[in-house]
């Protein structure tokens, strides 16, 4: 799957990587989009600290 980004990586200095997901700005009507943007969390389940399920809040923030 990383055939279909490659050369769309970027590395950041501050360690964590870019990657473009598609060609045009991401557009979440479009349905070619959602299906790149599925396949990225598929594929780096990572992205924004989803590695595990969250845990239900109960009570609320403290």
Sequence with gaps: MQGDWQGRFQRRQ??????QLTDAPLDLDN????DALKR????FPEIGGRS???PPQLGGPK
């Design 14 to 19: 501050v360690g964590g990587w870019v990657v």
């Design 52 to 54: 595990a399920p969250c």
């Design 31 to 34: 349905p070619t989009h959602l």
């Design 40 to 43: 990225a969390y598929e594929r």
